[in-house]
């Protein structure tokens, strides 16, 4: 078993630098980091040493038009190597624009086009759920403006009628959809049954806490709220 | 359950059939469904529940399902009608299967027009072509229930992004599926490919020509070799290809297989140049658009004496 460097929260802005990102002009990209960085410090059990072992949690990106923030934190968690990060986008990366699994083996969904995550997430729960593993999570990453696209709302009513318990959303909510979601993003998902958290997109312990709840029968939603998005003129 | 083939079967209860005898020996396939369809499923999804999955009338959902679980090492068969199953969903049978590197079996009804008097919207001739446009998809257009049998059991064995295109229409008897175009009639003059169910018509609108006449159930990929083969031997490097859906649909691949033989090719398919706004039978389109035994021979008839 190999054990690759390990970095810790403190080490994301220097791995970030390396893509050229920085918080303070980065503000959109950035809105994950936090999620992305308690998913894989506290939460999903996966290993850069074992991607193919079939009982691992499945983690799917995808809102993929903001990767910075998942390459970096998967060079801190070992799944990518740091020197990957340099020349990111360049004809010959692993690492482009939009992440591409067949290029990336820590990527478990190639995206980009928005909406196609969480109908994959739900195939993925109801493969697992096909084959009896019961142990794999999968968790699908989402931002608010990404909700606008049709297919989510397929997605989300089926995986609340089929109580797919194994599945989780985040929502990461920077206020970015063009015609907003008056009532809040949360109550899209009560009505078709799922479990809801809405907790601020920063806070590690809440969203630690809301990301590891019990939900059973039902898909749970957590909703992350983050500093609204600049909108463009 | 009985066995699939037989007269008085259709492709459709071939496919229903076959797949239920899949989901009851292969623990890896799956049937995603959307709505169309469920009821004849009902029997193999009471037997299994877990892998016959009705996601209702949702066909964004119905290709991003069998994208994800063949993410986890399944293999999804996904069937609706060809225009909500190639079309409509057409950015995730590109997205969802081809750019994550894995595939499925789609299986559609309907055809280009076998639901004549439902109009434009359920017709689907433009659905190889679509499917065309993606790199590594295998497309099938089988002629007869029995040949539905073969190429869905060889398909459920891959891993492979297979298009099962079903219709209504169909010859009188089968022929052996596999690799390569079926030698059926050699001749002089020509080489005129039938695909799928064209065929009865296109042997008895040639059956005093002297041509050879290749048959193809499998068309993608394109037998280039076996195309060539039959080219090389006639006496004139003219191809006819008559295919039941978009006209020229695999021109580009004969032009590909003879790109160093002189040589002339007359497409015949489905009228790309207008909207038939007609109802009716699919014989009435079959006739509208050239492709029945008249208007097949006397396009054949006129290419080969030019």
Known sequence: MTTATQFGYADLPRLLARLGGDEKHDRTALSTLDVLWVLYDRVLAVRPDRLDDPERDRFLLSKGHSPKAYYA????????????????????????????????????????????????????????????????????????????????????????????????VVVVDNSSATHGWPGGIATRFVVEDWATRTVPGHDHDALHEALTSEHPGRPLAVVATTEPARRSA | MSGATGTGTTMREAFVATAGHLLDEDPRVAVVLAAISADVFADAARRHPDRVIDVGIREQLLVGVAGGMALTGMRPIAHTYAPFLVERPFEQVKLDLGHQGVGAVLVSVGASYDWAAGGRTHHAPGDVALLDTLPGWTVHVPGHPDEVVDLLRRAARTDDRVYLRLTNDGNARAHPVGAGFQVLRTGRRAVVVAVGPVLDRVLAATARLDVTVLYASTVRPFDAVGLRAAVLAADRADVVLVEPYLAGTSTHAVAEALADVPHRVRA???????????????????????????????RIHAFTRA
């Open chain 1, 73 to 168: 934190v998967l060079a801190a968690k070992g799944f990518l190597r740091p020197e990957q990060l340099d020349g990111w986008t360049g004809f010959a990366s692993a690492l482009g624009g939009h992440p591409d699994r067949t290029l990336i083996p820590a990527a478990e969904i190639a995206s980009g086009s928005l909406g196609h995550g969480l109908p994959l997430g739900v195939g993925t729960a109801l493969g697992l759920r096909a084959q009896h593993r019961r142990g794999p999570r999968v968790v699908v990453l989402v931002g608010d403006g990404e909700l606008d696209e049709g297919s989510n709302h397929e997605a989300i009513a089926l995986a609340g009628r089929l109580g797919l318990d194994r599945l989780t």
């Open chain 2, 268 to 298: 015949l398919g489905v009228r790309r140049d207008v909207e038939l706004r007609g109802y009716g039978e699919p014989a009435d389109h079959d006739a509208a658009h050239g492709l029945d035994v008249a208007g097949i021979a006397a």
